[in-house]
């Protein structure tokens, strides 16, 4: 056998080795790869699974979440309208500590008494008629001091509208430094102005006691029924039951409120024209009047010494007070 005889009997003993190398290792080959198959289309599977679970898991998370913010708004709404039928009909009591005065009721009556009294006499000493000098004490002594009550009731709530901004940002830098919200709150009510103070104080006082946080914050709006405090009152509401980011929820709300006041005094500035033309025309008549019993009391004495003349007096002022009643209402832009 030469050399080319050997090399073909190599070469034939390899493929046959091989050959049945394959014939039997075929088999185990082709087992091994549908079993890796099956193992990727388990496993995938198992990966679809986990993904349905996680994805069904958040949707039933955001509907029990949606459920419990829903709870809570029907709440706070019901809540509300008992605060409103609350505000609705408020004692004198509860307007003479809206307006910030520490006097009481009883005390108030006695003031308002006392002046009223006191205008009798001073009318039946310029020698008024009866009937106007009782008129007039009945609205010095009722009207004035219920007046002076609501002025001060307006601009307390005014200035808190001002101020409340910047409290509710010392609220929401804060609860992001780390501090616990009611920190934060006894932080405001000893370093802000009033009434801010004084408020946030009786929230404090208020949890001392045992009242809880949404409680104590409803009770802001009772004492100051302003849309500020109710919005403040519905977040720190919804936040306490369904949870969520506080500092966002706040500092969205001290936008919100930043921007009413731009909003606000954009509005009043467009209606300062209208509203000095009707203090012009409501106090041209008085000032005419005045004028001409300056010049000629002679020729105006007919409207207060005759019956018919102040019986005339009488109907001009009526008139001339819902004549101011419609413009102020039609200048008076109230949200």
């Known amino acids: 056998m030469g050399t080319a005889g050997i090399l073909l009997f190599v070469l034939l003993s390899s493929l046959a080795a091989g050959g049945l190398a394959f014939a039997l290792l075929q088999p185990r080959l082709a087992t091994e790869k549908k079993v890796e198959q099956r193992r990727s289309l388990v496993s995938r599977d198992e990966n679809d699974r986990m ?47 809206q307006a910030g005065m520490t006097i009481t009721a009883k ?27 009782v008129g007039i004490a009945i609205v ?29 940002d010392l609220i929401v830098r804060g609860v992001k430094s780390g501090l616990p919200l009611n920190d934060t709150l006894r932080m405001i009510a000893g370093e802000t102005s009033e009434p801010v103070k004084s408020e946030f104080r009786r929230i404090v ?20 029924p302003t849309a500020e405090a109710n919005f403040f009152a519905i977040v720190i509401g919804i936040q306490s039951q369904a949870g969520g980011n ?48 300056l010049t000629n009391p002679e020729y105006i004495s007919l409207l207060y010494t005759t019956d018919v003349g102040k019986i005339l007096v009488g109907l001009s002022a009526i008139w001339m007070s819902l004549g101011i009643f419609v413009m102020k209402n039609m200048i008076n832009f109230d949200f």
Do not use: W
Request: glycine share 6%; with cysteine; aromatic share 6%.
């Open 107 to 133: 005390q108030f009556m006695l003031m308002s008494a006392g002046l009223g009294i006191v205008t009798l006499l001073i009318c039946l000493l310029f020698g008024f008629s009866l009937i106007m000098t």
């Open 140 to 168: 010095v002594g009722f009207g004035v001091p219920r007046f002076i009550v609501a002025r001060a009731r307006k601009k307390r709530f005014a200035k808190f509208t001002r101020e409340f901004p910047t409290a509710i």
């Open 51 to 97: 993904a349905h679970k996680a994805h069904r898991d958040r949707l039933q998370e955001q509907v029990k979440r949606r459920k419990t913010i829903q709870n809570s708004l029907k709440d706070l709404e019901t809540r509300q309208k008992e605060r409103d039928k609350h505000l609705s009909k408020l004692t004198l009591q509860r307007q003479l500590e």
């Open 205 to 224: 006082e208020s949890q001392q006691m045992g009242m809880s946080i949404t409680e104590a914050v409803e009770r802001l709006y009772r004492n100051i």
């Open 246 to 293: 506080l500092s966002e929820a706040l500092g969205n709300l001290s936008k919100v409120l930043r921007e009413r006041k731009k909003m606000r005094d954009k509005v009043q500035a467009m209606s300062m024209e209208a509203k000095a033309s009707g203090a012009i025309i409501g106090s041209l008549p008085v000032i005419v009047a005045f004028l001409v019993f």
